[in-house]
């Protein structure tokens, strides 16, 4: 007994949900002119993108090239960068229509053919769609990977933050070195000599006052002990009770002095330059 005689022997393509008639909508044949066109449709989708990709690729080694193809056309008018230009296209244009012939004959397709048309359109919106997806999960990811970068200069900051005056131990991380001799280079003050300030100088105590107050600029802060200091903590001027009365340093003077961190002890500055100003009233 044919148990399949009312899907008309074929119940891979026909159903018949209510046992009347053969319907064939679930897997409708299709013709071998059909195939043919379908599948040159997607051949023909995934060729238009590898022939853009080389175009774009191409014109850009042309970019790069033409300067100095320019030049040395300008110089022995061997040729120009026009006639290359052509001579690149028609390559182009002939590489692909040998593709296409190859494909036309191998498959037999007819392009006027609605189920060439409609595949080419949807497989060339599948191809656009997938790396369209892709580009932009690749921009999401550089966006995360950029996000953890600045929390990791964060994480650096506080680590610094933490181990000033902590212990010596955890001053002495890897990371924290690391940080620290980013300092060094990072942070670079004004010099006194900037100002016009010589060492041994000789100027009144209202000038040398006027000086301070240019060389530490706004912000600094009054550290106690005739201490000024700068407010990013890289300039200062001391003019201790010693050194006013001159009980040193061959009479009452003013120092004017450049910091910078100390690459050995985090969080400490050591002096690299100091210029003597002397009060001559």
Same mark, same amino acid.
């Given at each position: ?5 009312? =899907?008309? *022997? ?6 018949? #949900? ?26 023909y989708?995934?060729?238009? %993108? ?6 774009? =690729?191409?014109?850009?080694? %042309?970019? =790069? ?7 040395y056309y300008?110089?022995?008018?061997? $040729? ?14 002939y590489?692909?229509?040998v ?7 191998l ?33 999401? !990811? ?15 900051k506080? =680590?610094? *933050? ?5 212990? *010596?131990? #955890? ?6 070195? #690391?940080?620290?001799? %980013? ?30 107050? !240019?060389?530490l ?13 700068? !407010?990013? $903590? ?9 050194d ?24 400490? *500055? ?10 001559n009233?």
């Open positions: 007994m044919n148990l399949y005689v009312y =899907l008309k *022997n074929d119940p891979l393509t026909n159903n018949d #949900l209510y046992g009347l008639y053969a319907n064939q909508y679930m897997m409708p044949k299709m013709s071998n002119q059909e195939f043919a066109n379908v599948s040159s449709a997607v051949i989708g995934g060729a238009d %993108f590898a022939f853009g990709t080389l175009n774009f =690729l191409d014109d850009i080694r %042309f970019g =790069l090239m033409s300067p100095f193809l320019g030049s300008a110089l022995t008018s061997k $040729g120009s960068l026009s006639n290359d230009y052509q001579n690149l296209m028609q390559g182009r244009e590489s692909r229509n593709f296409n012939g190859k494909v036309d004959n498959l037999s397709v007819n392009k006027n053919d609605n189920s060439f048309k409609y595949t080419r359109i949807a497989s060339n919106a599948a191809i656009d769609a997938y790396f369209t997806v892709g580009a932009l999960n690749l921009g999401y !990811k550089a966006f995360q990977a950029g996000y953890q970068g600045i929390k990791s200069l964060g994480v650096l506080s =680590l610094k *933050n933490q181990s000033s005056g902590v212990n *010596n131990s #955890l001053n002495m991380m890897p990371v924290n070195r #690391l940080y620290s001799g %980013f300092n060094i280079f990072k942070k670079i003050s004004i010099s006194p000599k900037d100002l016009g300030i010589k060492n041994g100088m000789k100027i009144s105590s209202n000038k040398a006052l006027d000086l301070a107050g !240019k060389y600029g706004n912000g600094y802060k009054d550290m106690g002990n005739g201490r000024l200091l700068s !407010k990013d $903590g890289l300039r200062q001027v001391r003019m201790g009770k010693s006013l009365l001159g009980k040193h340093g061959g009479g009452p003077h003013m120092n004017f002095e450049r910091l910078k961190p100390n690459p050995s002890k985090p969080g400490k *500055n050591i002096i690299i330059e100091n210029y003597h100003v002397y009060l009233d």
